[in-house]
């Protein structure tokens, strides 16, 4: 029932009592060791960094704020694609099969889909938020408010979830009947050149289009806030001034570069993959390769997004040292003054 090849690589079958059974590659070696137990500290590590992030945004009042409702939404998306995504690639990295069936590669599909699709929503989010926060700073508090910021969340979570229900329906891979699979034990999604444009326009050069257009916008008006700030105080103090726009500009340019380049550089080379090849079975390699790309995204979010203000500093201390006193349990500790001074 199985047969042993070089490179380390165990040929066996999914399901020997199966006739129709696909074959097993069961990867062993140094190599693939290193490999199983790394992306495994990097599934421990996305779920540990954002559900911080979650306990001290939900926990403590003077984080309850539009701009930090988002980045608990983008925060909640991560810490499920650690739980759920990241351990299921790991186990398919290992072992080809799949044991789950039909309905199990379904409902994977559908979360995998809509994880990445909230994901990216979230991000336009926070640049449409930083883009009023910046560019009417007077008005902010009156445009965005806690109210109407999670009525977007929810709206933005049901959008991607009837776009990715629409998605799978109409390329006949919703239903478990639908899924056509060559050999029993494998879980693959076929995509209709049609929808798969569709996807690359709606969740690839829509949202780039815009995080690139509104970032361009924020570090332009920080650019020029810089320069009014240096004028103000040329006549107390050039040098002063100077050092405080130079400061004002590499800031923005930093921040605005990090988000550009990590966003580009995960989902740049999926689709133009998606776009260049037929057969997704025989790139085996190159797919993993990919999707763990877009996973690790969900690793970098919390670090980009949560880690760079000092509130977070200040409130993953405060949740360390409530957690492990068993204070954060009470009702008292969710007022602990973060001293929000740079936020």
């Known amino acids: ?31 693939y060791i290193f490999l199983f ?26 984080l309850h704020t539009p701009t930090n409702l988002l980045i608990l939404s983008l925060a909640v998306v991560d810490l499920l694609v650690g739980l759920i995504v990241m351990p299921v690639k790991i186990m398919e990295f290992i072992d080809s099969c799949w044991y789950l069936g039909k309905l199990g590669c ?55 979830l009837l776009f990715v229900i629409m998605y799978f329906y109409f390329n006949d891979n919703l239903l478990p009947s639908q899924v056509s699979t060559r050999c029993y ?44 700030v240096r004028a103000v105080r040329n006549g107390a103090s050039k040098k002063h001034g100077a050092k405080l726009s130079s400061s004002s500009e590499t800031k923005a340019a930093k921040t605005l570069g990090i988000v550009v380049f990590v966003y580009l550089a995960c989902w740049i080379p999926f689709y133009v993959t998606s776009l260049s090849v037929e057969s997704v079975t025989s790139l085996w390699m190159v797919w993993t390769v990919l999707a763990w790309l877009l996973s690790i995204n969900s690793s970098l979010n919390p670090l980009i997004y949560a880690i760079f203000y000092p509130w977070f500093r200040e409130s993953a201390k405060a949740s360390a040292k409530y957690i492990v006193s068993c204070r954060i349990v009470e009702s008292s500790s969710s007022k602990f003054n973060l001293l929000l001074k740079h936020c």
């Not at 399901?15 to 070696?29: A, H, I, L, M, Y």
């Not at 326009?201 to 970032?215: G, R």
């Open 1 to 31: 029932t199985f047969t042993v090849s070089n490179d380390n690589i165990t040929v066996q079958y999914c399901f020997p009592d199966n006739n129709s059974s696909c074959r097993k590659e069961v990867r062993t070696g140094p190599a």
């Open 37 to 62: 137990f790394f992306l495994s500290c990097v599934s421990v590590f996305t779920v540990f960094l954002n559900l911080l992030v979650i306990i001290s945004i939900s926990h403590f009042k003077q």
């Open 106 to 160: 379904t409902i994977l599909l559908v979360i995998n889909a809509v994880l990445v699709s909230v994901s990216l929503c979230n991000l336009v989010f926070i640049a449409v938020d930083r883009y009023i926060a910046v560019t009417d700073p007077l008005l902010y508090s009156t445009k965005i408010t806690v109210c109407k910021m999670s009525m977007m969340i929810i709206l933005g979570w049901s959008f991607c």
């Open 185 to 228: 034990g494998e879980c693959v999604v076929v995509i209709k050149l049609s929808w798969l444009i569709v996807d690359l326009v709606v969740f690839f050069l829509t949202p780039c289009s815009v995080i690139l257009v509104l970032y361009s916008i924020i570090f332009n008006v920080a650019r020029h806030q810089a320069r009014a």
